[in-house]
């Protein structure tokens, strides 16, 4: 059956009744809207009036149908966006090009932080997370259970190292730590450490 661009009417039919019973304008109570009246004089030092006009409700300004394919509109554009994206992101580990090395690594914390966005998915003996437990153990890490999320080369000093990007369990945090490639039980050691909000 090819694909066409037109719509099934029954399924647009049920979509515009639920939007129409859960998107109903919802009245502000009459005690809010005083207060807020009164909020605004007294912050523009004006005296508000003390007889209130009634004001008639507005009626709708755009109908249902306009409102539905405005939200489609706008879903198709999202979708569109997210799947310009997705290739990228869903590449399979063989095809992505090997991260690079930073070619000269500074060694600051605005560095680290810098270098963060450019990691790739982990890869290399770090992945496994026994290998990468035992790592962060030998070298003293607090929590050497964090959840790797990135990896890269990262040279440190001239002496080459992996940047680990790893999960906190603070919200929106991360921390930055740089291992020699070969850290691994008993050989492990943090050349760089940093954190990124």
Do not use: F, K, Q, W
């Not at 639920?18 to 009164?38: H, K, N, Q, S």
């Not at 997210?82 to 605005?110: M, Q």
């Not at 966005?117 to 050497?144: K, N, Q």
């Amino acid at each position: 059956m090819p694909l066409t661009c037109h719509s099934d009417n029954n399924a647009v039919e049920l979509i515009r009744g639920r939007l129409g019973e859960d998107l109903r304008p919802v009245p502000m109570p009459d005690d809010v809207a005083d207060r807020i009246r009164r909020r605004l004089h007294a912050e523009l030092g004006e005296r508000p009036a003390t007889v209130r006009t009634p004001v008639p409700a507005r009626p709708r300004s755009r109908p249902r149908v306009v409102r539905l394919l405005a939200g489609a509109g706008a879903a198709a554009v999202a979708a569109t966006a997210v799947l310009a994206v997705l290739p990228g992101v869903l590449r399979p580990a063989a095809d992505r090009p090997d991260p690079v090395p930073e070619p000269v690594a500074a060694d600051t914390p605005e560095a680290l932080r810098s270098a963060a966005p450019g990691a790739a998915g982990p890869s290399g003996p770090l992945a496994d997370p026994d290998h990468l437990r035992a790592c962060l153990t030998a070298a003293g890490v607090a929590e050497p259970d964090a959840p790797l999320l990135a990896t890269r080369p990262y040279p440190v000093g001239g002496e080459p190292g992996v940047l680990l990007v790893l999960g906190t369990a603070e919200l929106g945090r991360l921390r930055l730590l740089v291992v020699p490639p070969d850290c691994g039980p008993g050989t492990g050691r943090v050349l760089l450490e940093g954190s990124a909000p």
